[in-house]
């Protein structure tokens, strides 16, 4: 005679507790003993009893998804941050999608994910999307802002200090004797950018050093806008001596049109950038920039979620992880 499929009574009985205990060891062990959550596991293993997690799932409405909402995928910035999310979701059995928010159809792609049938969490790294949508309610997925944040968005935050950072660009070329500074800004209207530039200035100002607005070029985090960058700062007659750039991109994009032009980094001018992305260490010269801890960035912000999703954290709070300056070869002092 076949013997039957071991059920969850069966664990019970061999463990000495009830179908709840069992239950609850296996959903969530840190609630209960450990002599108990050690008996439940020898009675699991003595009638093999197997978890059929998608049964799971669809008593509890779970979809064991999160989604990323990601602004430009092509930016490199963020692909450790989702090494690091991966890092931790996978071995608590999320998935992951990552969805591009400035893709084509993309407004009905993120609707459908502000719906629990579709996801558990989001991780939402676009400070332009529209608080409204993301306003938590019994329907919505519980929501954790990275990077990038929503004035008046009560959800937690896992990001940098971004105007400390640019006052450490700031110091460090301050610092090398640099009095002429100016600084090539990221996309109008975006939150990361308006911080670095308030750094940026505030830095300066503290210095007695010359805040001068045309000596501030505008930009959008791309190579592009470096280059663009570049052009207006060799079109000056009395150029500054160093540039912070708002992103790392802007600062490689600066940097080839500078040397595409004849001049040379760093005894022309010095580029202090802001990310450190792999790329930065091995172009010539090597960039000096503000490193971002974007692995660790990514681990904080799935471990905050998973706590959101499965009931262990109330919503609100941010984390605020350090930075650091990464100096290498492309910042000097000016020449006389």
Known sequence: MNRHTPRIRDVARVAGVSTATVSR????????????????RAAVQATGYTINQSARNLRQRRTMGVVALVPNLANPFFSRIMAGVSAVLAPAGYNLLVVDTQGPGVERHIARTLDRSRADGLLVFDGTLPADDLLPDRQ???VVMVCEWIEGLATPTIRVDNAAGARLAMAHLAGLGHRQIGHLLGPEGNVLAQARAQGARAALAERGLPVREDWFFPGDFSLESGRRGACEWIARPDRPTAVFCASDEIACGFIGEVQRRGLRV??????VGFDNIELVAHITPALTTICQPRRAIGEAAAKVIIALMEGDAAPGGHKVLPLELIERDSTSSPRN
């Open 140 to 142: 919505s997925p519980p």
């Open 25 to 40: 060891a296996l959903s969530k062990p840190e609630v209960v003993s450990a002599a108990t959550l050690e008996a439940v």
């Open 266 to 271: 760093p005894k022309d001018v010095s580029v």
